[in-house]
């Protein structure tokens, strides 16, 4: 059984440091880790044999690289998700790669084969059917389903590092859970406080709903809350032509609404998220970028830049424009229900201009346009999402009431961009040689052009 391997990264890089031969080398190896037909074979010769699989059973399904910082790939090997973590070239000889815990394969991937976890040493209990039941009946006493010894669970998302979340179900017929594990305590904790906070806080009427914390489980780092029912935004659109552009406007109009309801809960976090760090996060992630493509790297850096000296410019400052925000505001995060509007996923919940969830959503929509675009879709693809974001910001400025001054939309659309930015800096992490990186920040540019036109 393959063991649980120590954090492992790449040797982070210091200033005045990172010989450009060693992160070109770093990048080949991180080229050559994501191609499925290569790194097939090493996968089974590590893990005990093929079992009558071809190498074609092999997957990618992510990944994460930030040059000289982190590497990191998420494999689908038959019926197995094996997170791969690229050692850094000390870490390859002698001592170093002896006690590394798992599996060593080519180009120096130290493998983890889920459940094991190196940042989530917890998850193998939560993942246990009789250890999740027992600590939902000590939580939640006798409530319908509980009373049973066991429960069925089944993995709906993993983010190797960070977190995993899973579906919980006793009895059909029962309540239905979605529990979420973290990476650390304390994000859970936060979770759970900030979500305690909003279930307490006078709340507008209207179509928003959030999903209750029901148990918190600290020293599993685990978050428990009530399955909420509704059909995923994007399936209003995703898939179909420009006939559906009614359903979809009618949608987007209904997300609107619950997003501006959710600003006008009173501060109940003290997480800040000031957007003037996350500029400078991009410029360090893009200077990294730049020691393995020069090119992207600069034009990254260069878009970081122009960011700043706009902001003063396009946005207000003053404090007290401030709300509580999602923090990761996109179609995925809204499930329809009639009238009634699900927002998921409040981990990124903090303190932070609201323009910055309008940015998000609207640079989603993009997103989804540069995708198709690059796919070879019809135009009219594009066109119905440019539509739908308009129509998002429409209805939210009429919901929040007399916030539609003409610097709103500017400052919607100068966090568009930054939302650009980080959605390009995510997309080289997953695929470094893909051309949605560079698509994605010639979008940002395009955004911030037509700003400065449009600027009084």
């Not at 590092?161 to 594990?181: C, I, M, N």
């Not at 979500?195 to 709340?203: D, F, K, Q, T, V």
Request: proline share 7%.
């Amino acid at each position: 059984m393959t063991q649980v391997p120590d954090r492992t990264r790449v040797r982070p890089i210091h200033s005045g440091a990172g010989p450009a031969d060693r992160l070109s080398s770093e990048s080949a190896r991180f080229a050559e880790a994501l191609q499925p037909r290569v790194m097939g074979p090493r996968l089974a010769a590590a893990l005990g044999g093929s079992g009558g699989r071809s190498a074609r059973a092999c997957h990618v399904l992510d990944a994460k690289y930030e040059p000289g910082h982190r590497a990191l790939v998420l494999y689908q090997y038959g019926e197995h998700l094996v997170r791969g973590d690229l050692l850094g070239e000390d870490l390859l000889g002698g001592d170093g790669a002896a006690n590394g815990g798992g599996p060593l394969v080519a180009p120096g991937v130290r493998l983890s084969v889920f459940p094991h976890d190196p940042d989530l040493p917890w998850l193998r209990q939560v993942l246990d059917p009789a250890i999740l039941a027992r600590r939902m009946r000590d939580t939640l006493g006798d409530r319908a389903g509980t009373r049973v010894s066991r429960c069925r669970v089944r993995l709906l998302r993993y983010r190797p590092g960070k977190r995993a979340t899973l579906w919980l179900e006793f009895a059909p017929g029962d309540p239905s859970y979605v529990v979420k594990v973290y990476h650390d305590p304390d994000k859970a904790s936060a979770v759970v406080r900030e979500s305690r906070a909003l279930a307490a806080a006078p709340s507008p009427a209207g179509v928003l709903e959030l999903a209750p914390v029901v148990a918190h489980l600290p020293d599993l780092a685990t978050v428990v809350q009530a399955a909420v029912s509704g059909v995923p935004l994007e399936r209003q659109w995703a898939g179909r032509r420009v006939r559906s552009a009614a359903a979809a406007v009618a949608a987007v109009r209904q997300a609107a609404q619950a997003l501006a309801e959710l600003h006008a809960y009173p501060v109940i976090s003290t997480r800040e998220r000031p957007v003037e760090r996350e500029l400078r996060r991009f410029g360090l992630r893009a200077g990294r970028i730049a020691t393995v493509d020069e090119s992207l790297g600069t034009t990254l850096a260069g878009l970081a830049e122009r960011l700043d000296q706009m902001r003063a410019a396009v946005c207000r400052t003053d404090a007290d424009d401030n709300s509580l925000v999602h923090g990761d505001c996109k179609p995925s995060q809204f499930l329809l229900d009639g009238h009634r509007v699900a927002m998921l996923d409040l981990d990124h919940c903090g303190v932070a201009h609201p323009a910055g969830d309008l940015g998000t959503f609207l640079a989603s929509l993009t997103q989804q346009a540069v995708r198709c675009g690059l796919a070879g879709g019809e135009p009219a693809d594009a066109d119905l999402l440019a539509v739908l974001g308009e129509e998002f910001l429409t209805a939210y400025f009429r919901a929040r009431g007399g916030w539609d001054d003409p610097t709103a939309c500017l400052q919607a659309r100068w966090y568009e961009a930054v939302a650009l930015e980080r959605k390009a800096l995510r997309a080289f992490a997953r695929a470094p040689r893909s051309p949605l990186p560079g698509a994605l920040a010639a979008h940002a540019h395009r955004c911030l052009d037509k700003l400065e036109r449009a600027r009084p």
